[in-house]
């Protein structure tokens, strides 16, 4: 967020034709863009619980869903083994069946991506490229910083050797659940995790742990913004951390997810969704590269964790002597 805002990026993309283009959209939408004041902030929490899940899932309400679904699966882990399997078993092929109607859009989206890619630069010009430039620029700088700062300290460069091919194939396939079977070999075998931890945090951390989408949801929300010359205000900035970490959480390890959630989150603080327009072009960049951040973070969860636990199964001897 700091990076974002000390950047503006969005200051850079001449907002007055982006309006023009996106201004028939935008006003379809003109009722959601209210920006969000403090004291709203309490009854947009209370509003991310559900009052009815089914019209949470066909209003695509993710914040809903996502509380929704932390529910269920609390209440289903508590249930003896054998009342959860059917539900469990149903939930993985409805999970697979999913995962490959995606692929198989997935394949379409080269040509979409050049075909809008296009469309931008011709009705926008050069200088929209520029803007959109330092936009990717702000999301990957934002994420190489976190990691920095993670590892200063630590040995930087055998971790990034280590995680290399993880993290390369995170890149080419912008999926991090596709991954996880190198991730967690990577972690067992080159940064000499343990089994245990690894195959406890790495299946999780694919699930929830999506630090690269949290943050660049974050930065395109204020990129739009600026865009927009919309002022969300601290209110709405904590909104958007808020909202960013817990959408990630929702989000699932595959191609371009993190863009259709933040579709979803962009009205919350008043911007038009219809600027995802101006940011799909640049997406399948920004997803490999927010893929490799996930996959990391993960790695770098695993590693932290299992120092942990082993330092303090070391010390627990001597504690007892
Ligand atoms: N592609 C990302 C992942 O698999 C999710 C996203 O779109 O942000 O981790």
Request: aromatic residues 4%; hydrophobic residues 55%; glycine residues 10%.
């Amino acid at each position: 967020m700091a990076v974002a805002l000390a950047i503006q990026p969005g200051l850079f993309v001449d907002a007055a034709p982006v309006q023009a283009d996106l201004a028939p959209v935008a006003e379809r939408e003109e009722s959601a863009v209210t920006p969000v004041a403090l004291s709203d902030v309490p009854a947009r929490i209370t509003e991310m619980i559900p009052s009815n899940p089914l019209k949470a899932g066909m209003d695509q309400n993710m914040m809903q869903v996502v509380v929704f679904a932390i529910l269920i699966g609390v209440a289903l882990v508590s249930l003896p083994g054998q009342r959860q399997r059917s539900l469990l078993e149903l939930l993985g092929s409805v999970q697979e069946i999913t995962m490959v109607v995606v692929r198989w859009a997935m394949l379409l989206a080269p040509f979409a991506v050049f075909g809008l890619l296009a469309q931008i630069t011709t009705r926008l010009g050069l200088d929209a490229l520029l803007g959109m430039g330092l936009y990717v620029l702000t999301v990957v700088l934002g994420p190489a910083l976190v990691i920095y700062r993670l590892f200063t300290g630590g040995s930087v460069r055998f971790f990034m050797r280590a995680a290399r091919d993880a993290q390369l194939l995170a890149f080419s396939t912008s999926s991090s659940a596709a991954v996880m079977p190198l991730t967690m070999q990577t972690a067992e075998a080159r940064l000499g995790v343990s089994q245990a931890t690894a195959r406890f945090v790495i299946p999780l951390g694919t699930t929830i742990n999506m630090a690269g989408t949290a943050l660049y949801q974050m930065v395109a929300t204020l990129f739009l913004a600026q865009v927009f010359g919309v002022d969300i205000g601290l209110a709405g900035l904590l909104l958007i951390v808020f909202l960013a970490v817990g959408a990630s959480i929702g989000s699932p390890g595959t191609p371009g997810i993190g863009i259709v959630i933040l579709a979803m989150l962009l009205g919350t603080v008043g911007i038009p969704a219809a600027g995802i327009a101006l940011i799909i072009g640049v997406d399948r960049i920004l997803d490999m590269c927010r893929t490799m951040i996930n996959v990391t973070g993960d790695l770098v969860a695993a590693t932290v964790l299992d120092r942990k636990v082993e330092a303090s199964i070391g010390a627990e001897p001597e504690g007892a002597s």
